[in-house]
């Protein structure tokens, strides 16, 4: 399938008559063909205009519509071949396994939300009969939640297939019923154009409203701000920069009617190692530790850039053994050159900081946009000293913190900001430090891992990636997992609503077999 | 049980050293004993610090303490006796009869919470089990909610005991294992200091640490910014005017942490009456709505302010029985001088919008702070030219327009802002017309009701009070009914917590008997 550089608007193929930009290869460091042209306010009316109109049609199908859409977005995706994953590779750097293992998870991510979407769960159906004996009478009331409306999706530049066009946010919102307007991420235009296409078949062969998908290419700071601003708009999704997301809350909070905005933002993950795992674990643990903080170049929003352990000589060990495995690190091409140059910048910023040592680097083979790993190691008294610290630097690079005792460390855990995750290392003697350290960690992230790395985030029911600020801006949700639908969701209550117009989740019937709360007590429906 | 004038910061009872306020009398206009201290900053600082360090030890209470904990607040603001419905009544110039309904309301509401956290299906327990065997693995998932933090609850007037200082915010919260300061409505602060007297006491006969609740007296422009800016605090609960509930919006988000504001605002609540209802429903239609625009001198949320009908002899009939029972209907006390002004203002401003026809009054006795109620008819260029028609005006005072055919009632459905109530009065031969409104009105109202009025909001598990902006600053939470205890939740997911170390709703033998999501497959708990 030829690349055209064209956007999608609805049913339309559009060349964007805003300025052209190009894909861009960072390992060679050079411009791919061909041009996109960027959107026009005018396309931004027009796909938000699409996407308002199809909300009813699209929201009214029944459940097992929607989800063989999402099972059909999945195959279409697949049905690209090698084309998508050789683009991806030369727009972003990244290694085709890793590519080939990031489109299953993509096409797995869009199949749970199928499941989601079947099982019913999110709806909360809940009915509490009419009581019309009691003084005064209790009416029928019956509650299902619907969803928000039209929603803006902003494509991440770090996973070009699970969290950009086709991933988990659009995924969660098309599943919760909202149609979805895609900005595509400038790093990987053509890959976004592959995936935009797909979603447009998809939605073509389901015979959907066309204004369920749209894909506009931009800036974030015209065509994103002015997509966040368009009274269609009824909810945002954004995996990116804290700069950017916050920009993007500020343009939601100050409309004429505010929106929510679930932007993903920043996280140093902070990694415990307690005494007695840290004397355990050896050289497998810094082999592990080493091995979470280079991959992917360290370029994962749950990527460990924050150690606490106490001072000592198996901590020392630890740090010798994890300085021989980041020596042995080769440098990898980062994402794009922005990031590399931001990537250069904090590590040179963290050279300046006194009391912070440079234990251990990576090579520095490669090409232009090629990082070194970088491992620093500091006191309590310098930790806290610098909340610069605290500062995501996005890439592979974190700073250890010595406490010398674990009142410091766990001081030191009541300090830090919200986190996307914090990880414990523990074993049998540590768990009495365990326990006092997780009622406050659990304060802090929206997941919390034992004897392991943060990195890898498994699409599930039970997971979490979210957190409190600034790891997100809603630590009320989750952008990974079952969960993420939630977000677009609000709850809708029907009293006394004559049987023939209630939603079929809300009929006496039951014939979707829903899982329904009745009159406080849940019932488990056989599924349809 | 003596009115000191004091305000409850933890176990301490505090006068409070800024201007002196006094209770209001709305039916003498004069002034109440004795005067009450507002807080400094120093009060709320001192209250946010208690409850910061409230929040770890409350949350990790056992269910069942927290739930009897609820019951026992509902216990004693019974045992208070009637002296706090006579204080009330003062205050507020609502009946003896309307307050002892609503002290029964509040008390149910906490019994209501009270089993909310019993059953546990708020943690939206679930469970993702390991499979080691998958390549690659998949760790152990498991996720809970948690409370936020630290809640601020403002105090609203038009309920003095259910939706004030033991109201559904501050039960709701509480519930949701979250510490509450609250921010009593200088309309009532006699009745404020009574029932926080009785939180307090319910805090210490529970052994419960003494930060779990607070209650300052203050302005909303000081106190009250105070309180939502203070970094303890985690989310904020509102109940009152547009202008009010803005303000705290932009504290919020302007805070280094935002947090979220529920603030529950404005709405005219839209009844549609459609054609083969009005014809059947007759005088007695007339009556039910008119009973309903009057109730509580029209100082409902969901007060009936807008009518939407088709013209013809039947709606004249309807207007005419409409203004034969208005007129029959005495001016009632509002709560405060100030509601009173403001109605005042509302209904001279309506009486010079060109083409808006004052068809029927109230009668004019009563004293000072006495309402008049109104009612007014346009037709639909009136009404869609005057966008302030779609304002609330707070008070016992409505619009009803007439439309010429049913496409253009269903465009003005089209234009409505947010509600918290929309209503359509609908019989055999309107059914048609009452599908096409319904997926409309269901993207503008947090509740839809059938042939009743939008007044009497049950405390129920299946009810929504909330919607779309402006209604609420939040449309994906409701203010009464079960699901106001997710407004205070967040998620954690907890990857390879060793089992000694899982909070009890997660672990393998499900101490709680909590129903779970197992493996994507509901299953229900037995309870404990």
């Known amino acids: 399938m030829a690349i055209l550089g064209e956007m999608i608007i609805g049913a339309h193929s559009v060349r964007g008559a805003g300025t052209e930009v190009f894909g861009f290869n960072p390992a060679t460091r050079e ?9 026009t306010g005018d396309d931004v009316e027009r796909a938000c205009a699409l996407a308002s109109e199809a909300f009813d049609p699209y929201r009214a199908l029944p459940l097992e519509g929607r989800a063989a859409f999402l099972e059909m977005v999945a195959e279409e995706i697949l049905a690209i071949g090698p084309e998508l994953i050789e683009r991806a590779q030369l727009e972003t750097g990244l290694p085709q396994a890793r590519l080939e293992g990031e489109r299953m998870r993509t096409v797995t991510q869009l199949r749970l939300f199928a499941k989601v979407v079947r099982d019913g769960y999110f709806m909360d159906a809940t009915i509490d009969s009419a009581l019309p004996e009691r003084a005064p009478p209790r009416p029928d009331l019956r509650l299902r939640k619907i969803g928000l409306g ?3 999706v902003f494509g991440a530049s770090n996973f070009p297939l699970a969290f950009s066009v086709a991933g988990g946010d659009t995924a969660s919102a098309l599943a919760a019923g909202c149609p979805v307007v895609v900005k595509a991420h400038s790093a990987h235009p053509g890959t976004s154009e592959l995936v935009g296409r797909a979603v447009q078949r998809a939605v073509k062969a389901c015979g959907l409203p066309e204004g369920v998908f749209s894909m506009l290419f931009g800036d974030g700071r015209t065509v994103g701000q002015q997509l966040v601003s368009h009274p269609a708009i009824k909810a945002v999704g954004f995996t990116g920069s804290r700069q950017g997301g916050l920009a993007l809350l500020r343009t ?3 409309r004429p ?12 993950n902070p990694v415990f190692l307690l005494p007695a795992a840290v004397q355990a674990g050896g050289a497998t643990l810094a082999q592990g530790f080493v091995d979470s903080l280079t991959l992917g170049v360290g370029q994962f929003c749950t990527n460990p850039g924050l150690v606490f352990a106490l001072a000592g000589a198996e901590l020392d060990a630890f740090v010798a053994a994890s300085a021989q495995a980041l020596g042995a690190k080769g440098a990898g091409t980062m994402l794009t050159a922005g990031i590399h140059d931001a990537y250069t910048k904090g590590v040179t910023a963290f050279n300046t900081v006194d009391g912070l040592q440079l234990v251990a680097q990576g090579t520095t083979e490669g090409n232009g946009c090629a990082a070194q790993a970088a491992l620093y190691v500091c006191d309590a008294a310098t930790y806290m000293g610098n909340p610069a610290l605290e500062d995501e630097v996005f890439g592979p690079c974190a700073v250890l913190v010595r406490f ?15 986190q996307l995750t914090v990880t414990v290392h523990a074993r049998e003697g540590d768990l009495d430090l365990a326990a006092k350290l997780l009622p406050i960690v659990e304060r802090k992230a929206g997941r919390v891992l034992f004897n392991g790395f943060p990195t890898g985030v498994e699409v599930a029911h039970a997971m979490v990636h979210g957190g409190p600020f600034p790891a997100t801006s809603d630590s009320r949700t989750t952008s990974v997992g079952a969960s993420a639908i939630d977000r677009f969701l609000r709850p809708v209550c029907y009293q006394n609503v004559p049987g023939s117009l209630l939603p079929e989740a809300l009929r006496d019937d039951n014939p979707l077999g829903l899982s329904r709360l009745q009159d406080g007590t849940l019932q488990v429906g056989g599924g349809k």
């Open 257 to 268: 009617e505010p929106i929510p905005v679930y932007a993903e933002m920043s996280s140093v």
């Open 150 to 152: 039209p929603v803006v």
């Open 252 to 254: 939601a909070a100050a």
């Open 404 to 418: 010398t005792d674990a009142a410091q460390m766990l001081q030191a855990a009541e300090h830090l900001h919200g």
């Open 31 to 39: 411009d791919l063909q061909p041009g996109f042209g960027q959107a």
